[in-house]
């Protein structure tokens, strides 16, 4: 059972250009989490969806940034115009449910760099 | 109110000892209360977890501790071996209310001395 992948691993855009960033959840796995890591700081919450739904988009920038679950394929982060400030990990994970004790597996990151 | 502070910010132990991390939360809300551990170049992997119905939960080495009252809970890591050296987080959620959305403590970065 593999876990969950996001793709790819490095990404290098030029400031202005657009940045998509892809996560496949684990299997059965219907629920779907993006948080951002900045250097020497902790995980912050984006964006929470489900197939074909975005629950809770609190932590999404209120430009450039948009995230989608389609019914089939993986989640999509896509980031437009890109800046330098958006030079982070990008992290995603999936859990089974949201009920009590859900348990949240995570990608391995994008690390993404604008330059 | 959203937040959770977490202490040190980095920590050195020789092999053998114990490792203590701390994290303090304001939203009473909150039902769960995870650690993960990350490794440099990886993604963060759930460690240990604890409801706020028990005080305290042990898995091998690792402990949580969880003060209701204070707002306080803690990771014990005992009998530190360097392949603990890694990054950890606490964190937090509402789970009924929000799903598994998670709010992360800045992390501490352990280094374990042989």
């Known amino acids: 059972n593999a876990g969950v992948m996001q793709n790819p691993r490095h990404l290098v855009r030029r400031r202005g250009q657009e940045a998509r960033l892809r996560c496949s959840p684990m299997?059965?796995?219907?629920?779907v989490y993006w948080y951002r890591q900045l250097p020497e700081e902790g995980l912050k919450f984006m964006v929470y969806?489900?197939?074909?739904?975005?629950?809770?988009e609190s932590g999404m920038p209120k430009e450039r940034f948009s995230a989608e679950f389609p019914k089939e394929g993986p989640s999509i982060l896509r980031i437009q115009q890109v800046v330098r400030g958006d030079s982070a990990a990008y992290f995603c994970?999936?859990?089974?449910?949201?009920?009590?004790?859900?348990?949240?597996?995570f990608g391995q990151g994008t690390r993404l760099t604008v330059v | 109110q959203q937040q959770v502070k977490q202490s040190p910010q980095s920590l050195i132990v020789q092999k053998g000892g114990i490792s203590i991390i701390n994290c303090a939360y304001e939203?009473?809300?909150?039902?769960?209360f995870p650690w993960y551990q990350q490794f440099p170049g990886k993604g963060p992997a759930l460690l240990i977890a604890?409801?706020?119905?028990?005080s305290e939960k042990k898995e091998g080495r690792f402990t949580i501790s969880f003060n209701k009252s204070a707002k306080q809970f803690s990771l014990h890591i005992m009998d530190s071996q360097p392949g603990d050296s890694a990054t950890y987080f606490c964190?937090?959620?509402?789970?009924?209310?929000?799903?598994?959305?998670?709010?992360f403590g800045q992390g501490t970065e352990l280094s374990v001395k042989p």
């Open positions: 939203n009473t809300a909150f039902d769960y």
């Open positions: 604890i409801r706020p119905d028990v």
């Open positions: 964190a937090a959620s509402n789970v009924g209310n929000q799903g598994g959305k998670l709010i």
């Open positions: 994970a999936s859990s089974r449910y949201s009920g009590a004790g859900t348990e949240a597996f």
């Open positions: 969806l489900q197939k074909e739904n975005i629950i809770d």
């Open positions: 299997k059965g796995h219907s629920h």
